[in-house]
Structures are given as C-alpha cells and as structure tokens.
C-alpha cells in the first residue's frame, strides 16, 4: 500500500464525565486523544492502510503516551519529534446543554506550535503517496514554515495533496486571519475536504448549495467535498458532481467522523488516483467513507471509534439487505 503521511497537531481533549454541562459545572474530564490529522493516520491504519503522522509532542508523559497511541495503531511514528521546553497541547472540550461546543486550550506555546523546517523528515515525506495537513499548523511560526516546506516537499515528490481545513475559530487572533491564512494555501492541494458549517464561514454565506461549494473550486483540484453530517455529502470534480447520502445510525458523539471520511478516502485513492476521473466508483468510495464517518459517531470519543474494514463491510451489507427488503415489500 502507497503510504499517507499526515502533518500537524496531536493533543489531547479533556471531555466532561457527564454530557450537557459547561466546563466549570463539569465534575471530572476523561482523556480522549485527538487532533484531526493523526486521527486521520490512525484511521488509515485501522482500516489496513499505510499510514504515518508528522508533529511535535512535549517531551512528557502525555507526548510519549500520544507517540504510543500511534504506534499502537500501526503508524508510523518515526516522523514525530518531542519537544523538551514545551508541554503537548491540551484541550478542554464541552457539549453544553444548549448543543454549543466550549473549547478552552492550553497552547501558550504548546509542543506542536514548535515544529521547524529542521526537524521535518524530508526522507519521509518524500516517500508519500498521499500528504494529508489541516490548517491549524499555519497559525503561528515556526510551524507555519514547517507546513509549507513539508507541502512543498511532498508535492514535488509527486504526492497527492490533501487538505481539510478544520476551522478551530477560538486559535485563530480573528476570523477574517483565519480565512485568509485558509486560503492561502488553498490553490497547492488536489483534494480537499469541508464541513458545510466551514463552507459557510468561507464563502461568508449561509447557504450549502452547488453553486457556494463551486465558488470554491480551484484551477489545479481533482476533488472538493463537502460533508454533511447525517445528510451524507457532496462532491465535485471537473467532470462531475452529485450527492451520496449517509448511513443511518444512532449517533452518540460525532467527534472525529469527518477524519474518519477522510481516512476511507485517502485509502481508496492512494494507489489508484484514477478513481477520482470516473464517477461510478467515486461514489462507491464515498459510500464507504460514509459509513465509516457513521460508525465513528456511534461511540464516544474519536480514536477509539475509528472502524475495521470488516466493520465497514458489515454496516453496508447490513444497510444493503434491509434496502432489499424494503424492495421486496413495494
Ligand atoms: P468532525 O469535524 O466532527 O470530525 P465533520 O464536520 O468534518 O466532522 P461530518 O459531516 O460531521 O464531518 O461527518 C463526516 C461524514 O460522516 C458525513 O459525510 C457522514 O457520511 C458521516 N456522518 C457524520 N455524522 C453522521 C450521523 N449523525 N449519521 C450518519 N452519518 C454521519
């Protein structure tokens, strides 16, 4: 398997023993280790990818207990430094009663904000088929430069660049900054991923429709989706577009169903970005990611809901029979 090497932050969110409250009602938080782009390695990993992470830890328990979280799941964590002056990033994260999420962080520097262009593992990243990154590695120096020269880097190795944003509006100094560092370096990547609420916040409009999804097509993009949490998603290629809808499942905690999506896609296309040209199979591989996006909603937190392949298959002949049921009956 041609191997994914995703870049950026890995920390840990501190998420409330009980649902509904806010963080100062909260009366104890339990450890769920996250950041999109290494639950997208570790989701490549679980379904029997190749996958490796790229990111600064802090040389402490919580760094080297994340490192082994990576490897633990088959990835590579031989792109990871540890930083020795600053601590892994923390986050504070709450569902409150009213449906908002509360996010407080702890990244006065944190480890990951740390990574240099030195410390990049050119050999790796060299060696990717797929380069997957986010946009919070651009939010401050010296990782911002990092991000770039590793974007470079695997770009001119002839990687496939893959990119989804991941709006944490709260890290940003201002949401007009947040925006244009978003864009800035959105013409270098031939995949990307978006959330319908980042859709909004990028076309400073509050419709999800073809023609908002287009306004942000790019000369150089194979692919932009736009996923829509149990509405399935959208895609659009220069040929094509449409919709594939969601799989329908009980829903506990939707955390992390966007990097598991991700995760699907980036494995089906790895080997063969042909997929991306012709339409059929295109759908079949989002209809996968779909289902992996749904599983992952089903328990809480990220990581440990990230499915197996076989789980995968499992939904989809499951949600295949009952629709031949249903056929059978009409
Ligand atoms: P996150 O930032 O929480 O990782 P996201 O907003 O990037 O997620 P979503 O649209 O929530 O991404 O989810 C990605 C995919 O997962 C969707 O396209 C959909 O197929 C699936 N999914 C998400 N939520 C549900 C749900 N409640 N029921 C079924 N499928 C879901």
Known sequence: ???????????????????????????????????????????????????????KLGDDEFGHMLAGILTDNGVSAEGVNFDKGARTALAFVTLRADGEREFMFYRNPSADMLLNSH??????????????????????????????????????????????????????????????????????????????????????????????????????LKLLLVTLGEKGCRYYTKKFYGVVDAYHVKAVDTTGAGDSFVGALLCKIVDDHAIIEEEQRLKEVLKYACACGAITTTKKGAIPALPTH?????????????????????
């Open 119 to 220: 410390d990049l593992n050119l050999k790796l990243i060299t060696s990717a088929k797929v380069f997957h990154y986010g946009s919070i590695s651009l939010i401050a120096e010296p990782c911002r430069s990092a991000h770039l020269k590793a974007m470079e880097a695997a770009k001119d190795a002839g990687a496939l660049l893959s990119y989804d944003p991941n709006l944490r509006l709260p890290l940003w100094p201002s949401a007009d900054e947040a925006r244009k560092q978003i864009m800035s370096i959105w013409d270098k990547a031939d995949v990307i991923k978006v959330s319908d609420v980042e859709l909004e916040f990028l076309t400073r409009s509050n419709k999800i429709d073809d023609e908002s999804a287009m306004s942000l097509w790019h000369d150089n």
């Open 310 to 330: 076989s789980e995968v298959l499992t939904l989809q002949n499951k949600a295949f029979n009952r629709r031949s049921h249903l056929y059978l009956w009409l």
């Open 1 to 55: 398997n041609g191997l994914i090497v995703t870049f950026g932050e890995m920390l840990i969110d501190f998420v409330p023993t009980v649902s509904g409250v806010s963080l100062a009602e909260a009366p104890g938080f339990l450890k769920a280790p996250g950041g999109a782009p290494a639950n997208v390695a570790i989701a490549v990993a679980r379904l029997g990818g190749n996958a490796a992470f790229i990111g």
